[in-house]
C-alpha cells in the first residue's frame, strides 16, 4: 500500500518488510534507490516539484519521520510504524552480514566515515565493508563523477548506504540509478549517529514526534531555517485541516 502526503509517495512498510524487500534487491544484484523520508523531504518536495519526482521515482519510500507516521494512521493505515533511518541501517547491516551481502558508505567527513566504519564492525564482525569514502564537498567533474561510479561497482558492495544529507543525498541516487549497481539507501544523519559524533534524541522523546526540537537545540545554526520554516507549514497544510475532516491534499492508493 502506497499513500502521498502533499504530494510525496510514502510507502506503507515496516522494518521486517523494508529490510526482507531491500536484501532480496541487494541479492539479485538490481540497481535501486530507497528514500527516508521526514517532513524535511516532504515540504521540499511542496515547494519544489523537480525534488518531488525524484523522490516519489524512488523504488521504496519509508516513513522515517512521527508526523508521516501520524498522517497515515489518520489515512486509514492504521498499524503504519515508524521506520526510522538510523535503526533501519543497523538491521540491514545486521541482515547483511547474516545473508552475506557486501555494503558501503558514501557521505560524511573522513574523520566521521572512520569512526563508524570502526563501530559497525565491531557491531558485526562478519560484515563485509567492501567501499567507504568520504566525497570531496564541491560538485564532481563528470570525470570524477565516473571513477565514483566505477570504483562503487567495482568493489561489489551490493547495499549502498548515502550520507550527504537531504536533499543532495536523494538527488544524488536518481541521478545513480541504473549506473550504481547496488541498491542505494539515503540515511542522513544515520552516519553521525552510529559513529557517535553526533547525539541521537532520548528515547522518550522519539514516539512523540520531539526528535527536531532536540537537533535543533543541538545545531540550532544549520537546523533553525529547516524546522522553523518547514514544520509550522507541515502542520497547517497536513494536520490541521485533516482534523477538520478535510483531505489536506494527501491520497491513498
Known sequence: MTSRILGTRVDAVNYNSATQMITSWAKAGESRYVCVAAVHAVMEGYDFPD??????????IVPDGMPLVWTLRRMGVKDQQRVYGPELTLQLLAASAEKGIPVGFLGSTPDTLELLVSNVRRRSPDLQ??????????????????????EINNSGASILFVGLGCPKQEKWMAVHAGRVQAVMVGVGAAFDFIAGT??????WMRPMGLEWLFRLSQEPGRLWWRYLYHNPRFVFLVTLPMLFGQSARTTRQ
Open 198 to 203: 553526533k547525539r541521537q534524541a532520548p528515547k
Open 129 to 150: 565493508i567492501s567501499y567507504a569514502v568520504s566525497p570531496p564537498f564541491k560538485e564532481p567533474s563528470p570525470e570524477e563523477d565516473a571513477r565514483t561510479v566505477h
Open 51 to 60: 525534488f518531488q519526482n525524484v523522490v516519489n521515482s524512488a523504488d521504496l
